[in-house]
């Protein structure tokens, strides 16, 4: 079986004890989670957090941890040539490793970044100089460089951007790579065409590095640079060019999260998660997803 998963909270009472449950919900495997909200660096203390009942109720569920992601926060820029903004993005990081690595995760994902208004491939030197420096602290995390849309001047819009900061990392087990579907289709990147994709992607980085996909619809065309993401099927990259990709025997062996919009009726927001996994599982389009999930969590 295919691991996959989702994203899922983690809020109060329960924290990452919430968060096993949530993903139980939904079916899954796995499962990805901030370790506190990721617009800001405010973070719950991690003795609040119920890590020793997470990792029972995991081993309980035959969720393995070692396929359960960390995504690091948004604010995180390590591309930022201003000094004093790199180094708040770097501290934050580090932190956010440490809770990791305390929650027993082996993985964080982590956007590369933005250059600003600065140097492109300075910015690039920067951002595997800083995580040198953060690996060689804590060399049992490992950090997966996401692939981006390429919204303004984002790094890692293009596997060869990806390519050069993995080059320049001292550790070689300590990175990867977190592939984003709905990025690099807005990217660029052509998702009807998945061996070409694959094997593109292995030729520049190469799939030993290809630790996590998120798996999201586009609401954009292909080369958009946009980000926008949509429910599996209902998008530009469409439901059976997604399962081909999932599916395809070079990567099926990889950690498939779902990052795909709640659904909302006219007062709420409901999580699409346990539907859209088992239209994953069953390799069929889910026609009535919408309405499903509305009728779901309105029971």
């Given at each position: 079986?295919?691991?996959?998963?989702s994203?899922?909270?983690?809020?109060?009472?329960?924290?990452?004890?919430?968060?096993v449950?949530?993903?139980?919900?939904?079916?899954?495997?796995?499962?990805?989670?901030?370790?506190?909200?990721?617009?800001?660096?405010?973070?719950?203390?991690?003795?609040r957090?119920?890590?020793?009942e997470?990792?029972?109720?995991?081993?309980?569920?035959?969720?393995?941890?070692?396929?359960?992601?960390?995504?690091a926060?948004?604010?995180?820029n390590l591309a930022?040539?201003?000094?004093?903004?790199?180094?708040?993005?770097?501290?934050?990081?580090?932190?956010?490793?440490?809770?990791?690595?305390?929650?027993?995760?082996k993985?964080i994902?982590?956007?590369?970044?933005?250059?600003?208004?600065?140097?492109?491939?300075?910015?690039?030197?920067?951002?595997?100089?800083?995580?040198?420096?953060?690996?060689?602290?804590?060399?049992?995390?490992?950090i997966l460089?996401?692939t981006?849309a390429?919204?303004?001047?984002e790094i890692?819009k293009?596997f060869?951007?990806?390519?050069?900061?993995?080059?320049?990392?001292?550790?070689?087990?300590?990175?990867?790579?977190?592939?984003?579907?709905?990025?690099?289709?807005?990217?660029?990147?052509?998702?009807?065409?998945?061996d070409?994709?694959?094997?593109?992607?292995?030729?520049?980085?190469?799939?030993?590095?290809?630790?996590?996909?998120?798996?999201?619809?586009?609401?954009?065309?292909?080369?958009a640079?946009?980000?926008?993401?949509e429910?599996?099927?209902?998008?530009?990259?469409?439901?059976?060019?997604?399962?081909?990709?999932?599916?395809h025997?070079?990567?099926?062996?990889?950690?498939?999260?779902?990052?795909?919009?709640?659904?909302?009726?006219?007062?709420?927001?409901?999580?699409?998660?346990?539907?859209?996994?088992?239209?994953?599982l069953?390799?069929?389009?889910?026609?009535?997803?919408?309405?499903?999930?509305?009728?779901?969590?309105?029971?």
């Amino acid at each position: 079986m295919i691991k996959i998963g989702s994203h899922v909270s983690m809020t109060s009472p329960n924290f990452f004890l919430g968060s096993v449950n949530e993903a139980i919900s939904y079916n899954a495997n796995t499962f990805m989670f901030y370790t506190g909200a990721p617009q800001n660096s405010l973070r719950v203390p991690l003795e609040r957090l119920k890590i020793n009942e997470a990792w029972k109720m995991m081993k309980d569920n035959n969720i393995d941890i070692n396929n359960v992601i960390v995504h690091a926060p948004y604010l995180i820029n390590l591309a930022n040539l201003n000094q004093e903004k790199v180094a708040i993005s770097y501290n934050l990081l580090v932190n956010e490793i440490n809770r990791t690595i305390k929650m027993g995760c082996k993985y964080i994902v982590l956007h590369p970044g933005a250059s600003m208004d600065y140097n492109r491939i300075e910015s690039l030197n920067q951002v595997a100089n800083l995580l040198n420096k953060a690996i060689d602290s804590n060399p049992s995390i490992c950090i997966l460089l996401e692939t981006m849309a390429g919204k303004g001047s984002e790094i890692g819009k293009v596997f060869e951007e990806i390519k050069y900061i993995i080059d320049k990392i001292d550790k070689k087990d300590s990175i990867g790579v977190c592939l984003d579907t709905c990025h690099i289709h807005d990217g660029g990147y052509n998702l009807c065409c998945v061996d070409e994709l694959i094997a593109k992607f292995d030729s520049i980085i190469g799939l030993s590095y290809l630790k996590v996909c998120h798996i999201n619809d586009s609401k954009n065309e292909m080369g958009a640079h946009k980000d926008r993401h949509e429910n599996i099927g209902y998008g530009k990259i469409g439901f059976d060019n997604l399962i081909n990709f999932i599916y395809h025997p070079l990567i099926q062996d990889k950690i498939f999260i779902l990052e795909t919009p709640y659904i909302k009726d006219d007062k709420n927001s409901f999580p699409p998660y346990k539907f859209e996994i088992s239209s994953i599982l069953n390799k069929k389009f889910d026609e009535n997803l919408y309405q499903e999930v509305i009728s779901y969590y309105k029971k």
